[in-house]
């Protein structure tokens, strides 16, 4: 399967932006999906993920309660909407994909992976 992320750009702290991963070349619904980040320096860590029929979600600490993660079978999108936006939430956002069926936070466990779409949120 194939990713691609859109949505990003730059933001104030306390605003929001919606990412959008659109998957192509697999079925879309037998895949768990999640969104990974990495700033500069930094190891690529967990943010959120969804299981195929959007029945689970798991989410990082650091953005419980200010991003929701959620998926449209049958756009073959997921989507991150991002609100109450920080300067720590600067990253690069990756979506990935995997068979498996317990949504896992384990970057290595994931497969298939976009180019990411840089978020940048100023102070």
């Known amino acids: 399967v194939q990713l691609v992320e859109s949505g990003g750009g730059l933001v104030q702290a306390g605003g929001s932006l919606r990412l959008s991963c659109a998957a192509s070349g697999g079925t879309f619904s037998s895949y768990i999906m999640a969104w990974f980040r990495q700033a500069p320096g930094k190891d690529r860590e967990f943010v959120a993920g969804?299981?195929?029929?959007?029945?689970?979600?798991l989410y990082a600490d650091s953005v419980k309660g200010r991003f929701t993660i959620s998926r449209d079978n049958a756009k073959n999108t997921v989507y991150l909407q991002m609100n109450s936006l920080k300067p720590e939430d600067t990253a690069v956002y990756h979506c990935?994909?995997?068979?498996?069926?317990?949504?896992?936070?384990?970057?290595?466990?994931?497969?298939?992976w976009g180019q990411g779409t840089q978020v940048t949120v100023s102070s």
């Open positions: 990935a994909a995997d068979r498996r069926i317990v949504v896992v936070p384990t970057r290595q466990l994931y497969d298939y």
């Open positions: 969804i299981s195929r029929e959007a029945s689970r979600l």
